[in-house]
């Protein structure tokens, strides 16, 4: 899933291309995608692009007369900008937005059509689609200790959950972990005041680094190599190699269909996390989800 770094080179590149142009049409090619009937789409065509912001991971297209389209990738979905009236493609492709200077085309290299697209008119109706989590980026650090405090989740769990803090997703909050030297499954009720102004100064410094080092690459282009995977991360995808600060090699933690990637040397004081593939005799007592973590990080027995 594009993240806040991702989502922020969207911006830019968008904002140099749609802003002040007008939308000729937006033309829809999965019926999955659009998920409001109301203002109806017609209502865009030919209305001035007035900006283009964030809503967490969601970008959002602000429109003459305060219409908004709000666009949420998910996981899959992708932007590329083509030239004018480009076709959609066939087999992933979702929608176009036409301007008299390009297209911008939406797809998502996903069957399960996660992506969504909303039409919404006024502030209030725009302010429905944000989940209302922290900007670590705009927060102070007694912000960021509130906000974690709201609930007590594991440190993976709560750096994702978009109702607590913006922007940030699986990819990111692996290297934001590693930079602060703390384990995935540590309570947020669990930390001290020096590990949570840990956490918010290495939150903060590994999102700006990679919005600048993602706006430096792609310069001037439009972003086409969006992915959760980058060169230059520590851990995230990283499963086995070297530790860029230890040498040590690179752990996971796997449950349902995601997957946590930390250093023990670094994070956990030496200590592996159980991993479903090294707890087979645990069978179907196995955690599903990170609120199962967080169910057996209150038992003294529960590593973390």
């Given at each position: 899933?594009?993240?806040?770094?991702?989502?922020?080179?969207?911006?830019?590149?968008?904002?140099?291309?749609?802003?002040?142009?007008?939308?000729?049409?937006?033309?829809?090619?999965?019926?999955?995608?659009?998920?409001?009937?109301?203002?109806?789409?017609?209502?865009?065509?030919?209305?001035?692009?007035?900006?283009?912001?964030?809503?967490g991971k969601r970008i959002v297209f602000a429109l003459d007369d305060a219409y908004f389209v709000v666009l949420?990738l998910m996981i899959a979905g992708r932007l590329h900008w083509k030239p004018v009236a480009a076709p959609i493609?066939?087999?992933?492709?979702?929608?176009?937005?036409?301007?008299?200077?390009?297209?911008?085309?939406?797809?998502?290299?996903?069957?399960?059509?996660?992506?969504?697209?909303?039409?919404?008119?006024?502030?209030?109706?725009?302010?429905?689609?944000?989940?209302?989590?922290?900007?670590?980026?705009?927060?102070?650090?007694?912000?960021?200790?509130?906000?974690?405090?709201?609930?007590?989740?594991?440190?993976?769990?709560?750096?994702?959950?978009?109702?607590?803090?913006?922007?940030?997703?699986?990819?990111?909050?692996?290297?934001?972990?590693?930079?602060?030297?703390?384990?995935?499954?540590?309570?947020?009720?669990?930390?001290?005041?020096?590990?949570?102004?840990?956490?918010?100064?290495?939150?903060?410094?590994?999102?700006?680094?990679?919005?600048?080092?993602?706006?430096?690459?792609?310069?001037?282009?439009?972003?086409?190599?969006?992915?959760?995977?980058?060169?230059?991360?520590?851990?995230?995808?990283?499963?086995?190699?070297?530790?860029?600060?230890?040498?040590?090699?690179?752990?996971?933690?796997?449950?349902?269909?995601?997957?946590?990637?930390?250093?023990?040397?670094?994070?956990?004081?030496?200590?592996?996390?159980?991993?479903?593939?090294?707890?087979?005799?645990?069978?179907?007592?196995?955690?599903?989800?990170?609120?199962?973590?967080?169910?057996?990080?209150?038992?003294?027995?529960?590593?973390?």
């Open positions: 899933m594009p993240e806040l770094p991702d989502i922020v080179c969207y911006l830019h590149a968008l904002e140099t291309r749609v802003a002040g142009q007008r939308l000729e049409r937006l033309r829809i090619a999965s019926p999955f995608l659009l998920r409001t009937a109301d203002p109806p789409l017609a209502d865009l065509s030919g209305r001035a692009i007035r900006g283009v912001r964030r809503l949420h493609p066939r087999r992933a492709g979702l929608a176009a937005l036409d301007f008299p200077s390009g297209t911008l085309l939406l797809t998502e290299a996903s069957t399960k059509h996660r992506a969504s697209l909303h039409v919404v008119r006024g502030e209030r109706a725009l302010a429905a689609h944000d989940p209302g989590g922290l900007d670590v980026l705009g927060a102070t650090l007694e912000q960021f200790r509130a906000a974690l405090a709201r609930e007590s989740h594991t440190l993976k769990r709560a750096l994702t959950d978009p109702r607590l803090l913006d922007g940030i997703g699986n990819a990111y909050s692996d290297e934001i972990l590693h930079a602060a030297r703390l384990s995935p499954l540590r309570l947020t009720s669990q930390l001290t005041r020096e590990e949570s102004e840990r956490l918010f100064r290495a939150a903060r410094e590994t999102l700006a680094t990679w919005i600048e080092r993602l706006g430096a690459q792609t310069g001037d282009a439009f972003p086409e190599k969006v992915t959760a995977f980058r060169n230059g991360m520590a851990v995230h995808g990283r499963f086995k190699k070297p530790c860029p600060v230890c040498g040590s090699p690179v752990q996971r933690i796997r449950y349902a269909a995601d997957e946590v990637n930390y250093c023990a040397t670094c994070q956990t004081g030496g200590r592996l996390l159980a991993d479903r593939s090294l707890s087979r005799l645990m069978k179907e007592d196995w955690p599903r989800s990170l609120e199962e973590w967080e169910e057996r990080a209150a038992s003294p027995t529960t590593e973390g």
